[in-house]
């Protein structure tokens, strides 16, 4: 499995998930992502919480959020469109503009709704596959164009 490592802002894990690589996996044992019993739901990369200036994107899955840090746009990723935490909205609360990278699907549609209900500067943004099969599909000039930007210089 790949060890998804949950790291506080000085890079010090506070937790690990597992992820299967066993490709179509339909493994009976595990689910699609794996917590270590009783660890309670965390935001994933929030050292760019620390990072941001403005403005901080939000995905639904780690390597999704990784993928968009890569491109040079900071993000945080819950951990699952159905664990969103009254507490992350304390999280996100100082930003000007909260970009909400939601799946395209019923889960996504009532994460995006939970969240721009609690996040006034939170805005969804329309994608037809999630960020890393949008990624994988087009490049980064696919995903600043959901995002209707041109790809920044990187600073
Ligand atoms: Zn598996």
Known sequence: MLAIPYLDRNGRPLAIRFRCLVDGCAHEYHGKYNSVK???????GIASIFAAKDEIHVTEGELDRNILVKLGLPAVALP?????QGRFRRMLAGFNR??????PDDAGSDL????????RQAKGIRLKQDVTDTYVAGGADAIFAALGREKEVAA
């Open 80 to 84: 699952g469109a159905e664990l969103w």
């Open 112 to 119: 995006l709704n939970k969240v721009t209900r609690q996040l």
């Open 38 to 44: 009783g660890d309670h739901p965390r935001m994933y």
């Open 98 to 103: 909260v970009w909400m990278w939601a799946d």
